[in-house]
């Protein structure tokens, strides 16, 4: 099955010059998405803390679809982070 979906990708304002989403590997299965935090303020989560963090850019999806965030299962794993 190799049907199309357009979806259309906004960078925010916030966010110029930071990647829009984009698969990272040829076997991936989905688009890694990046957060706006400025290089001059990291974010560190506490233990058991819960942040939130702007995103980049937003996506458009027609009636009848869905994207979804979901942790990155290695760097997820190895760190014990989720969303």
Known sequence: MNDVIPV???????AKGLPLPAYQTAD????????AIADDAPV???P?????CRRASQSLCRAGTEAQIRP???LAARHGITC
């Open 28 to 35: 991936a299965a989905g688009l890694d998405v990046t957060a």
């Open 72 to 74: 990155r299962s290695g």
């Open 48 to 52: 058991g803390a819960r942040v939130v």
């Open 44 to 46: 560190t989560i506490a």
């Open 8 to 14: 259309e990708v906004v960078q925010l304002p916030h």
